[in-house]
Nanobody, 125 residues
Framework: QVQLVESGGGLVQPGGSLRLSCAASGFTLDYYPIGWFRQAPGKEREGVSCISSSDGSTYYADSVKGRFTISRDGAKNTVYLQMNSLKPEDTAVYYC??????????????????WGQGTQVTVSS
């Protein structure tokens, strides 16, 4: 069974850090682009970051560039999102997702068909 499971969310003060994990089962993460997305209450789901499978290229939304880092550990079949200098506007449910039809990050949420259940990140003092 193909499955993604996120973990690592929580409550953190502004300026703090969290590392989210996205563990896969039933398939090999290295073979597919993996994206991190987030959805805040009342807002649409937006792309945060993506790592391609073809050459490991990484992409970031402008709002997180320089603060977030996406990485992949093939041995653990896990993708991470290291989040530093967190801001209250980073508060959202964070999801990881896989695009099973491409080897590059397309930039379209709709291209990602396999999703995890999400993990809540709350940035507040």
């Amino acid at each position: 069974q193909v499955q993604l499971v996120e973990s690592g969310g929580g409550l953190v003060q502004p300026g703090g850090s969290l590392r989210l994990s996205c563990a896969a089962s039933g398939f090999t993460l290295d073979y597919y682009p993996i994206g991190w997305f987030r959805q805040a209450p009342g807002k649409e789901r937006e792309g945060v970051s993506c790592i391609s499978s073809s050459d490991g290229s990484t992409y970031y939304a402008d709002s997180v560039k320089g603060r977030f880092t996406i990485s992949r550990d093939g041995a653990k079949n896990t993708v991470y999102l290291q989040m530093n200098s967190l801001k209250p506007e980073d508060t959202a449910v964070y999801y990881c997702a896989a695009d099973m039809f491409r080897h590059y990050c397309s930039g379209h949420v709709s291209d990602f068909g396999t999703w995890g259940q999400g993990t809540q990140v709350t940035v507040s003092s």
